[in-house]
């Protein structure tokens, strides 16, 4: 797995285009387990909000997993009394299963989730958004641990959070800052992609989901959020944290083992139009010469072991030559793994055979070292033939370096192959956008929310003189209309797209609309 040479299957990200379509920008998905108490609330309150602030069309989700009690009543009431509101009913358990469902049946280009309790201020949802729809990042959090953040919990909780995030930057090396701040957002093309690699169906859901994204280089958008801590919050704390400890454990074999393929994710190597077009750029050169400098400095003191145990029955150059074979086929099986990346048995052989040249080439160093020492010194020092033996192999170190970055591991796009394909474990029917207009965008135009009509006031006319300007035609034309029988319904079964098996139940996503206001709306 090589997730900073491949270029993977994602696009450069661009600017989705603004205009008019049917289709919502943004998707709010809200989880919920037996609300039936504060789901109305929080619906009404993020719809007033969305309506007031924000420029585009949107939906708001209601994400019900197995309820017992009248919380699918009330998102089915709320879906129908309020146009840009849409629900449906998951019969299993599970934030990350409900989260990943809706998801993957969505048809709006960002998608967006926060809890019911909205606990985190909302004036942070466009901030959160706003570099999805621009395209400068991939995925958005909310964080409650940034310097600006505004906190409001009990030392208990803020204890928690903080212990689990150290764990996760100590075991998994995460730079995120919240993994479990409930209010975040990702980009559909990316989601599609990265959803059929997250296994947790749960609340280990978003950091997993965090975690593989940062691992193959998506660009992650932190934003400081107000958030005061919900009194009744339902979450089992001590459950929820063994399971999340699980889940790190979980996640953080599979990335030793290489068993992810993360670099299915990455983006080309700039984002910049005038990167997009360069060929045979160098990648993950500072890593690789980390990885080889810890693996050489091993290397090293096994070969100066091996070489002090064989000098005891032996010459000096018989000693030399064996200690360099075993040390030489221990070096090339470390550096295919630790340092390039390389995983399973292809081309194994192939590889030891070409290290086996380069430790011919390390050999005649060292030995041409010892020759000439001998030359120089009758009966040399154990000591000194150790000193000599340590300068030479420095300098076949970097040489060896060279042949194996060139050579014997070489960037896989420069021997011609191509990314493999990702092949998504669900797939889910997604409408299609005419971008005739549009030129080599991927994305539909953003659709703006429809404006109240101005009235016009009787002004004053002044008597000016006459001028020469053209005629203009001032006609007015029918403004064009979109097609949006294709969105009516998104049928897709919740089992398969949560858990890559069939289910029995048929949902059903409706489609929204755009709407003047709503008429219970004050404003």
């Known amino acids: 797995m090589r997730t900073d040479s491949s270029p993977g299957n994602l696009p450069a990200r661009e600017h989705l285009p603004a205009g008019n379509a049917g289709t919502p920008v943004l998707d709010v998905v809200i989880p919920v387990y037996n609300e039936e108490k504060d789901l109305q609330p929080c619906v009404l309150r993020l719809h007033e909000h969305l309506k007031r ?29 309020i146009p840009e509101v849409t629900s449906f009913r998951l019969e299993q358990k599970g934030r990350g299963r409900a989260l990943r469902t809706v998801w993957s049946a969505s048809d709006a280009p960002i998608l967006a989730y926060m809890d019911v309790d909205l606990s985190t201020d909302l004036n942070a949802l466009l901030p959160l958004v706003a570099p999805l729809i621009s395209g400068h990042s991939d995925l958005a959090i909310g964080s409650r641990l940034s310097r600006s953040s505004r906190v409001v ?113 990455a983006r080309p190597f700039g984002d910049d139009p005038r990167d997009r077009d360069l060929t045979d750029v160098p990648k993950g050169l500072a890593r690789q010469l980390v990885g080889f400098c810890v693996v050489g400095a091993l290397s090293t ?133 005419s971008t005739a207009a549009q030129g080599h965008s991927p994305h539909p135009p953003l659709p703006q929310r429809p404006t109240a009509p101005t009235t016009s006031y009787d002004t004053p006319t002044y008597d000016t003189p006459p001028y020469d300007t053209p005629p203009y035609d001032t006609r007015s034309y029918d403004t064009p209309s979109y097609d949006t029988s294709s969105y009516d319904t998104a049928q897709f079964r919740a089992g398969e797209a949560a858990d890559r098996t069939w289910g029995d139940s048929t949902m059903q996503l409706q489609a929204v609309r755009p709407h003047d206001h709503d008429p219970r709306n004050a404003r």
Not at 58 to 81: G, H, K, M, Y
């Open 53 to 81: 602030t924000f420029p585009y069309a949107f939906r708001i989700t209601v994400a019900d997993n197995a309820s017992t009690d009248t919380t699918p009543q009330v998102a089915a009431r709320l879906a129908a009394e």
């Open 153 to 265: 919990r009990g030392a208990k909780r803020e204890f928690i959070s903080r212990t689990y995030n150290l764990i996760l930057r100590g075991s998994l090396q995460a730079r995120f800052s919240d993994a479990q701040c409930g209010f975040k957002a990702i980009r559909r093309d990316v989601a599609q992609l990265l959803l059929p690699l997250v296994e947790d169906t749960g609340w280990f859901f978003d950091t997993e989901m965090l975690v593989l994204a940062e691992r193959a280089g998506l660009r992650i958008h932190e934003v400081p959020v107000d958030w005061v801590d919900d009194p009744n919050s339902t979450v089992h704390i001590v459950k929820t944290a063994t399971d999340d400890l699980k889940g790190v454990w979980r996640v953080g074999r599979a990335l030793a083992t290489g068993s992810l393929p993360l670099d299915r994710l």
């Open 301 to 433: 003191l096994f070969y100066l072991l091996l070489y002090s145990g064989f000098r005891s029955i032996s010459g000096s150059q018989i000693a030399n030559a064996l200690a360099l074979l075993v040390s030489a086929v221990a070096n090339t099986a470390a550096n295919r793994r630790l340092t390039f990346g390389v995983r399973g048995r292809g081309g194994a052989v192939r590889h030891q055979a070409q290290g086996l040249v380069v430790f011919g080439i390390g050999l005649a160093l060292t030995s041409g070292s010892l020759a000439a020492l001998n030359a120089a010194t009758a009966n040399p020092s154990h000591s000194t033939e150790l000193a000599v033996l340590v300068a030479a192999n420095l300098a076949a170190t970097v040489l060896r370096f060279l042949l194996f970055r060139a050579w014997v591991f070489p960037d896989r796009q420069s021997d011609g192959g191509t990314p493999s394909q990702v092949v998504a474990s669900h797939q889910v029917a997604s409408p299609t956008y």
